[in-house]
């Protein structure tokens, strides 16, 4: 069984970066299609970054200009790259296949953006 771990989240000022981390217990990122995935406090969760064949990229409108989403196969590491953070961007952050599969949430890690 697979295990995703995500972290590089904490707390930030609007408008500064983090990158967030996704490490599989295997190689996974080559084999299934990827995203991110976030939910905030009283919402449902939704995808924020899809990642196909280590390179095709799709965003949410909302992040588009602000995130990129990367692999490094090697490394069995899916990356984030959060720009220019707002406040509602805060959310658990996840990982997952795309369309997720349940086996697979993993503990998620925190991104809260406030002044």
């Known amino acids: 069984q697979v295990q995703l771990v995500e972290s590089g989240g904490g707390l930030v000022q609007p408008g500064e970066s983090l990158r967030l981390s996704c490490a599989a217990s295997?190689?996974?990122?080559?084999?299934?299609?990827v995203g991110w995935y976030r939910q905030a406090p009283g919402e449902q969760r939704e995808w924020v970054a899809i990642?196909?064949?280590?390179?095709?990229?799709t965003y949410q409108d909302s992040v588009k200009g602000r995130f990129t989403i990367s692999t490094d196969i090697a490394q069995s590491t899916v990356y984030l790259q959060m720009n220019n953070l707002k406040p509602e961007d805060t959310a658990v952050y996840y990982c997952n296949r795309y369309p997720p599969d349940t086996n697979y949430w993993g503990q998620g890690t925190q991104v809260t953006v406030s002044s």
């Open positions: 990642i196909r064949s280590g390179q095709h990229t």
């Open positions: 295997r190689n996974f990122f080559s084999t299934y299609t």
